[in-house]
């Protein structure tokens, strides 16, 4: 069975904490490796070869920090597949979608090759007589990310082409469920030539990150994942003087105006919910229908459930893979039970779907007349489980989506612009979708939600990336009088 270790200053390193966790294949059921889980002994060897590498590469120019870039950029744009094979093993993902996943973690690459325009501070001349005024905007040192099991290619990429390209060394934890996309980025980082050190992978669980949490070597820490983890990382974080950006759950809501085009709304629900089994932060969890178009939304969703082929990820055929695990395919059908008991109508069960017996799958579930007691409500399901709440009016649709707890990303259905226009106003949310289920910003806008979804103030990646990862000084600088200058100025002569 395939072992899974860090890499540490550069190359795979063998844990030594003595301790290991299971990474399965979803799609079979079956184990395919094991992983190492670091102790705080491994975090702070880790720490300490980042921060010897930090030091060198926040003074490689700007240009070579660019040129490693565009380096690993090409390397990775060539190598999708690999990476795509690898997240489709670990994740279950679909193949296509694994390569969506690499494609925007990319777009963030592509933006950070622009790191000299990117870096620039202010000047302002004369600020005073003889007086300059400039800012300028140094790297942090040795920085952190810890990710979630369900992007394990692009949110380290959210997070680590920024941060290195600022001019910081990046440690990164991925989740201990699918390790082996981050171990495939270290080594490409390297052959892209980035130095040794500044791109680290230590393998783990909460003893590791908790190491980092506290670690007096660790200046910033990234994270993303569940909120009730991201509240953790945020107070722990910032309570030992770090600067924490955590993001965390979601309860996806998208209005269906009774204007909006019914097909396009009813592709936009089956995509956006059931696409990579709904185990997206952006996924739609909840349908509101507004009116008349309740009835005929609900049918042609539920016409297009058949036609979604669920199998292995690897085959092309596949439009939907396995869930993660089986304990969390088991979670996920249990809110199909209590949402049923709760007096939900069950549309579609997914739990009747003839699938592979060995794999952790579940068919694609649609729930109608919802109410915002019931548990399917609530709580963030993370599986093919898509909810109909129906109201009569966009006041009342509204209502509901600045109430519910999380605020990451919203979508609103219409041929109505102004509606559009005063959704985007009236919203809390910290992405909004305009006939676009899963309005995930591109890489030069940042991402981020509101509420529970996100524990801080600065969102992810792009110009909030360059924010969180630098800081800023600001100089005021005066030199003597021109006309007592050691070198003949020609003052005040040539004025
Ligand atoms: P998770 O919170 O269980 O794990 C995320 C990371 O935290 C992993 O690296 C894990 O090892 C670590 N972790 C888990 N428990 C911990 C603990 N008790 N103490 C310290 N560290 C711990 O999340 P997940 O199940 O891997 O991912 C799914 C969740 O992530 C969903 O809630 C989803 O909405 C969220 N998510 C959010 C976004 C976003 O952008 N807001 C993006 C992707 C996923």
């Given at each position: 069975m395939n072992h899974i270790a860090h890499w540490i200053g550069g190359a795979e390193t063998a844990g030594t904490s003595g301790r290991v966790g299971p990474v399965f294949n979803p799609a079979t059921g079956e184990q395919i490796a094991s992983v190492d889980l670091a102790n705080a002994a491994e975090i702070d060897a880790a720490v300490e070869a980042a921060k010897a590498a930090a030091r060198g590469w926040r003074e490689a120019s700007l240009s070579k920090r660019s040129a490693v870039l565009f380096k690993f950029r090409e390397l990775l744009a060539s190598r999708t597949g690999e990476l795509s094979a690898i997240v489709t093993r670990e994740h279950g993902k679909v193949l296509a979608d694994a390569a969506g996943e690499v494609a925007?973690?990319?777009?963030?690459?592509?933006?950070?090759?622009?790191?000299?325009?990117?870096?620039?501070?202010?000047?302002?001349?004369?600020?005073?007589?003889?007086?300059?005024?400039?800012?300028?905007?140094?790297?942090?040192?040795?920085?952190?990310?810890?990710?979630?099991?369900?992007?394990?290619?692009?949110?380290?990429?959210?997070?680590?082409?920024t941060a290195i390209a600022s001019g910081n060394a990046f440690v990164l934890k991925p989740s201990e469920k699918d390790p082996s996309a981050a171990l495939w980025l270290a080594r490409l980082w390297q052959e892209a030539g980035l130095p040794d050190g500044v791109f680290t992978v230590v393998n783990g669980d909460k003893e590791a990150v908790d190491a980092i949490l506290v670690h007096p070597d660790v200046a910033a820490v990234s994270f993303v994942g569940s909120t009730p983890i991201a509240r953790y990382i945020y107070e722990t974080g910032t309570s030992h003087g770090k600067r924490v950006q955590a993001l965390g759950g979601a309860k996806n809501h998208m209005i269906v105006l009774p204007d909006a085009e019914l097909d396009a709304a009813a592709d936009a629900a089956i995509s956006a919910g059931y696409g990579a089994a709904g185990e997206r932060c952006m996924a739609i969890s909840v349908v509101v229908a507004v009116g008349e178009i309740a009835d005929p939304l609900v049918e042609a969703i539920a016409a297009r459930l058949p036609k979604i082929k669920i199998g292995d990820g690897t085959d092309p055929a596949s439009e939907m893979g396995p869930l993660i695990s089986a304990q969390h395919r088991d979670k996920v059908a249990g809110y199909i039970e209590a949402?049923?008991?709760?007096?939900?109508?069950?549309?579609?069960?997914?739990?009747?779907?003839?699938?592979?017996?060995?794999?952790?799958?579940?068919?694609?579930?649609?729930?109608?007349?919802?109410?915002?007691?019931?548990?399917?409500?609530?709580?963030?399901?993370?599986?093919?489980?898509?909810?109909?709440?129906?109201?009569?009016?966009?006041?009342?649709?509204?209502?509901?989506?600045?109430?519910?707890?999380?605020?990451?990303?919203?979508?609103?259905?219409?041929?109505d612009g102004g509606a559009a226009r005063q959704f985007q106003f009236d919203v809390n949310a910290g992405m909004v979708g305009v006939n676009v289920p899963i309005p995930v910003p591109v890489a030069y806008y940042s991402f981020g939600g509101w509420k529970a979804s996100l524990f801080g103030d600065t969102h992810m990646y792009g110009p909030d990336g360059i924010h969180f990862y630098t800081r800023s000084k600001v100089v005021t600088s005066r030199w003597p009088?021109?006309?007592?200058?050691?070198?003949?100025?020609?003052?005040?002569?040539?004025r």
């Open positions: 925007r973690g990319l777009e963030n690459v592509e933006f950070a090759t622009g790191i000299p325009h990117l870096m620039k501070g202010n000047f302002s001349e004369q600020a005073a007589t003889g007086v300059d005024v400039y800012s300028i905007r140094q790297p942090l040192g040795v920085v952190a990310g810890i990710t979630p099991f369900n992007f394990p290619a692009m949110v380290p990429l959210w997070m680590c082409a949402g049923a008991t709760q007096g939900a109508t069950v549309v579609a069960d997914g739990r009747a779907d003839d699938l592979p017996k060995d794999g952790f799958f579940l068919g694609a579930t649609l729930l109608d007349n919802v109410t915002p007691e019931m548990t399917v409500y609530t709580d963030e399901i993370f599986g093919p489980v898509l909810s109909v709440v129906r109201v009569d009016t966009y006041a009342e649709a509204l209502q509901l989506v600045n109430d519910n707890e999380y605020g990451n990303g919203t979508a609103i259905f219409t041929r009088d021109p006309g007592t200058s050691s070198v003949d100025l020609g003052f005040p002569q040539t």
